[in-house]
Nanobody
């Protein structure tokens, strides 16, 4: 089992920055992939960024060049650095992990981009 707890969400003005954090615990040493998803009001949950155990990253086109996913070597923290935020980035952001075919989710943290 893997437990995930997100933090760092909040209200930010357009053009601003936030860093989301995800604390991972449990059987984390052999996690295959960590990711951030988001779900905006009235929309489906979508993949924002992912990071494999080998260090390969993948980003949704809408956040490329603005968001950066990273993690500690021990895999117990995963971050999402968000810059040049736009109102359309407003959503609940969820931390996600994949371990041997099993998916784990955090409860999410709300990011609101508004002036």
């Amino acid at each position: 089992q893997v437990q995930l707890v997100e933090s760092g969400g909040g209200l930010v003005q357009p053009g601003g920055s936030l860093r989301l954090s995800c604390a991972a615990s449990g059987s984390i040493s052999d996690i295959n992939l960590m990711a951030w998803y988001r779900q905006a009001p009235g929309k489906q949950r979508e993949l924002v960024a992912s990071l494999t155990s080998g260090g390969r990253t993948n980003y949704d086109d809408s956040v490329k060049g603005r968001f950066t996913i990273s993690r500690t070597a021990a895999k117990n923290w995963v971050y999402l650095e968000m810059n040049s935020l736009k109102p359309e980035d407003t959503a609940i952001y969820y931390c996600n992990s994949l371990r041997y075919g099993m998916t784990f989710w955090g409860k999410g943290t709300l990011v609101t981009v508004s002036s």
